[in-house]
């Protein structure tokens, strides 16, 4: 890509498949040039997809949840000025905790967390420094409840939840406007690397991510400070603010506890 160019830029993580795929559509479909991120050779695939489509697009594999992963990232940036960074890369974790091995929830909370702020705050600092920019982070109404057999994900994006709304305001003078998208159960291949195939939430019907990434497409657009993806989702939300922890974590649990979706 000609960094010369007039065009707005955004980078996409996670963008190999679902959600992350469907944003950088979003992006394309307006007009943005594209740095495309993951940890797999599938990006390629994705980039292929999106250029067909008339998109200018650079792919990029590296591991957000390693320092050498998001540096890898940032060079590929290589000081262009990002418009619109959408930090998407996310990992899931089923099952119960003290089964769960310690390098797996380790490696979800550096690409969920680690690796989300590392490259926000390189981003952003740039983007405050230009007095514009717009940042979408991923995260997830399973962060506002207790995750029963999903305790270290639901916590990562409980995390992001609070986060975009705290960066929010220390940079609403900034120019640079923090959104947060909350999807809930989408049909990806989240359920599948989580081992959640044998949970009722894993085998339930689940919303469309090209539907779930335009609305947090338009939130970012539009500076809005968090969406919620569907309307059962804005239901869920709603109630978890007034149900107690202890009744959120037993319905978490009937839905994410293997063995569940034989129990459907």
């Not at 085998?203 to 569907?230: F, L, R």
């Amino acid at each position: 890509m000609d960094d010369s160019t007039n065009r707005r830029f955004a980078v996409v993580t996670g963008a190999s498949t679902g959600i992350g795929l469907e944003l950088a559509r979003c992006c394309a479909r307006d007009g943005f040039d594209l740095l495309i991120a993951a940890d797999e050779p599938e990006i390629e695939t994705a980039a292929r997809a999106l250029r067909a489509d008339g998109a200018q697009v650079q792919a990029v594999v590296c591991d957000l949840s390693t320092s050498e992963g998001v540096d890898v990232l940032v060079t590929a940036i290589g000081g262009r000025p990002v418009d619109a960074l959408l930090a998407n890369a996310g990992r899931g974790l089923g099952r119960a905790f003290l089964q769960q091995d310690f390098s797996d929830i380790r490696r979800v909370i550096d690409t969920n967390v680690t690796g989300t702020v590392d490259l926000v705050q390189r981003v952003a600092r740039e983007m405050q420094a230009r007095g514009q920019g717009k940042v979408l982070i991923t995260g997830s109404i399973a962060g506002l409840m207790p995750g029963s057999f999903q305790a270290v994900y639901n916590g990562t994006k409980a995390f992001l939840d609070s986060f975009s709304r705290a960066l929010r305001n220390e940079m609403k003078d900034s120019g640079v406007t923090v959104s947060c998208l909350l999807p809930g159960a989408t049909d990806t291949k989240f359920f599948e690397r989580a081992d959640m195939l044998d949970t009722k939430v894993g085998q339930q019907e689940k919303d469309d991510p090209a539907d779930v990434a335009a609305t947090g497409y338009k939130a970012m657009m539009d500076g809005e400070a968090a969406v919620v993806a569907g309307i059962k989702n804005k239901i869920q939300a709603a109630l978890a603010h007034v149900t107690p922890d202890g009744v959120l974590a037993e319905m978490h649990r009937g839905m994410s506890e293997p063995g569940t979706a034989s129990k459907a």
